[in-house]
């Protein structure tokens, strides 16, 4: 097929699937076209790249420490769109504020540690653009039905990113397709700009359908759903010489968490507690063993799905940067400030890695970042949170399942990537989507 009817072709099939999704929600709120914007923004190419697209393009190519002025003016007029939504819904601020005084904490903390970044400027800018991340969510919460809104932001972002990193891997390769340095490894990215950007895309799609389609098991409306999530998993297996490894693993196990509580939701009350027994179990035998024996056990697991033993290399990533942030390791270097500039490390024999942006660790990060006190706050945000979602999953259990789902699976995707407090970060966004609390609509419910 000629690449130029694929293109017509795709575009009508996403016309079609949207205008269908209109006219089953025809009463979604017109603000929600914002963050609808702001989370297709978060799980694709920036605009410049999408208005310099290049077939010369490499994994290493871009500069980020200079940005996009095209980028920050588009996301500068979304973020002013937005607080004049805000403004106009005359919020309850204070019971917002109650409700997410963890989250508020943290993004304070942030703000407050631009002031001993290397340079704040810059800080400062990727702390406005998590801002509007925080915003974005706000005007879903603070909708007249926000859990009807997330599925809007789910549905309708994935009907057009799915389609459309399908075509671009199938007929628009210097679009979809990237190398790596030596031309040996082919990476499906779609519309993102890494296999592992597309690798929790997907994956967050993925779940999202598997999730639509147990609720609505016995609708004759879950067509479209089950479509959607074979696209999401043939995308997510990636090329047959890479696929993003985390991200299946990580779908796999929310797939396990969904299929468990659908089988056994008679006893919810007990589901969010065993998933947490498992998380800390797993997250402090991971470290423990890396402290005591110098092997993580996610590389046995990494190594039993077909990755090499160090991770890809993130072992001896870890290992080094530890030892560069000891000199600020309480109040970190500032936010976002830890990999400005090419960052490069070397291991035991002297080879260097790449100039790298990120140490595949979320927590990590946050500790890089925001020292032991940011690291602190976090955890503490963890804990509150998790306690709120399981209160939801008393109160209802679809919407809570749901949020516990992406919860732990955001969670244990950091292990081994980084997405926390990252603006524009697509796992991000939908981090502070499940954890952001504006609607309890029996507050008599008992915190178990």
Request: hydrophobic residues 50%; charged residues 15%.
């Amino acid at each position: 097929m000629h690449p130029t009817i694929a293109l017509l072709l795709c575009i009508l099939f996403i016309s079609i699937v949207l205008i269908i999704d209109f006219k089953q929600r025809p009463n979604v709120a017109t603000a929600l076209w914002v963050p609808f914007i702001w989370m297709m923004y978060c799980g694709s190419k920036g605009l410049s790249r999408w208005l310099n697209l290049s077939p010369e393009y490499t994994v290493t190519a871009f500069d980020y420490t200079k940005g996009s002025p095209i980028d920050r003016t588009f996301l500068a007029i979304l973020i002013v769109i937005g607080l004049i939504i805000l403004y106009k819904r005359r919020i309850a601020w204070s019971e917002i504020f109650k409700r997410n005084v963890w989250i508020l904490i943290l993004f304070l903390y942030m703000a407050v540690s631009i002031l001993w970044s290397d340079l704040p400027g810059l800080s400062f800018k990727r702390w406005i653009r998590t801002v509007g991340d925080l915003i974005m969510v706000l005007i879903i919460m603070t909708d007249d039905n926000p859990l009807e809104s997330i599925k809007v932001m789910f549905r309708r972002s994935a009907f057009v990113l799915l389609p459309l990193s399908i075509l671009f891997i199938t007929y628009f390769r210097h679009i979809g397709v990237i190398y790596s340095a030596n031309g040996l490894m082919e990476m499906w990215v779609g519309v993102t700009t890494h296999k592992n950007d597309l690798g929790y895309l997907v994956m967050a799609y993925g779940i999202y359908f598997l999730w639509n389609i147990l609720i609505n098991r016995n609708s004759e409306k879950k067509y479209v759903d089950v479509l959607f999530l074979i696209m999401a998993i043939f995308l997510l297996m990636g090329s047959p010489t890479s696929s993003s490894k985390t991200s299946i693993l990580i779908f796999i196990l929310g797939t396990c968490i969904l299929i468990y509580a659908y089988l056994f939701k008679s006893y919810m009350k007990y589901i969010g507690r065993i998933i947490l027994v498992i998380f800390i179990f797993f997250f402090f035998l991971n470290y423990s063993s890396i402290i005591f024996f110098h092997s993580s056990l996610l590389e046995k697991v990494a190594t039993s799905s077909g990755r090499d033993i160090t991770l890809t290399g993130r072992t001896q990533i870890w290992k080094e940067i530890f030892d560069i942030a000891s000199s600020s390791c309480f109040f970190g270097k500032g936010y976002r400030s830890f990999w400005i500039g090419e960052v490069t490390l070397s291991n035991d024999s002297g080879e260097q890695f790449v100039p790298i942006k990120q140490s595949h660790n979320g927590y990590i990060d946050i500790y890089l970042e925001l020292g032991l006190l940011g690291l602190f706050i976090f955890l503490c945000l963890v804990i509150s949170e998790y306690r709120n979602i399981r209160r939801t999953l008393m109160i209802d259990f679809e919407y809570g399942i749901m949020r516990m789902t992406f919860f732990f699976m955001i969670l244990l995707h950091n292990l081994s990537e980084s997405s926390f407090a990252r603006p524009n970060h697509f796992l991000w966004f939908i981090f502070l989507l499940v954890i952001f609390n504006t609607w309890h609509r029996h507050d008599s419910v008992k915190t178990i």
